[in-house]
């Protein structure tokens, strides 16, 4: 049988709107999306106030009721067809592959997963020459609207076999979400203000919020080294 190694400093990271830039081309779709369902256009600050997880909570927040299934399905839609125009105009985070470089270089772990459609996002990510610094690269597989805590314990459960534990992992997201599936698979979380939520959304979640990716990754290393000692 063969050994398990040890436990070591694990970060799981989001994708969108966190390792990838991509909130200019996601607020023209979003708007243009609106635009062909009667619904107002938005500005970033908006945007980042409003936005929540499972997103049809988002346009509930906008229409000032529960979207019907069918509407929010014509929505989501919309969205995806506008996003993918935009998607090659789209880069990653100013810094990102330096700090995946230096994570992976000092011994340690990480993964990604992503509620941007799996099949989808491989490519997306190996196209950025990145993907040999993750051990696991898991985006939806299924239909969207849900909430990362349904990946989020298998995502961790697929990692075993790597030595990964719920103690010794960061989940580090632009997110109110990122922080909900960490705590629901007993992982820490850093969440990062550069994406879909504003600062006080994210102080919501009580956990860290930080300003850079690199904060995150220097707070996620603390983190996950206190954690494995408690």
């Not at 196209?127 to 909430?147: E, M, N, Q, V, W």
């Not at 030595?163 to 580090?172: F, Q």
């Amino acid at each position: 049988m063969t050994a398990i190694p040890p436990p070591r400093p694990h970060i799981v990271w989001d994708w969108n709107g966190t390792l990838f830039h991509d909130l200019d081309a996601t607020i023209r779709a979003t708007n243009t999306a609106f635009a062909e369902v009667g619904l107002e256009p938005i500005t970033l600050e908006q945007y980042r106030a409003l936005y929540r997880v499972p997103v049809p909570r988002f346009y509930e927040r906008l229409m000032g009721r529960t979207p019907t299934q069918g509407e929010w399905e014509v929505m989501d839609g919309l969205f995806h067809h506008h996003y993918k125009a935009h998607l090659s105009a789209c880069d990653l985070t100013e810094g990102v592959r330096e700090l995946l470089h230096g994570w992976h270089s000092a011994g340690r772990s990480q993964s990604i997963l992503s509620m941007h459609g799996h099949d989808e996002l491989v490519p997306l990510v190996h196209g950025f020459g990145i993907a040999p610094h993750f051990l696991r690269i898991d985006g939806r597989d299924g239909p969207s609207g849900g909430t990362k805590a349904e990946h989020m314990v298998r995502h961790l459960a697929a990692l075993e076999v790597h030595g990964v534990r719920p103690s010794t992992t960061v989940v580090i997201g632009d997110a109110l979400d990122d922080a909900l599936a960490a705590r629901s698979a007993g992982a820490g979380a850093v969440l990062y203000t550069g994406g879909s939520h504003s600062r006080a959304g994210l102080e919501e979640a009580g956990v860290p919020v930080v300003d850079s990716l690199t904060e995150a990754v220097s707070l996620a290393e603390r983190l996950a080294v206190g954690r494995a000692a408690s």
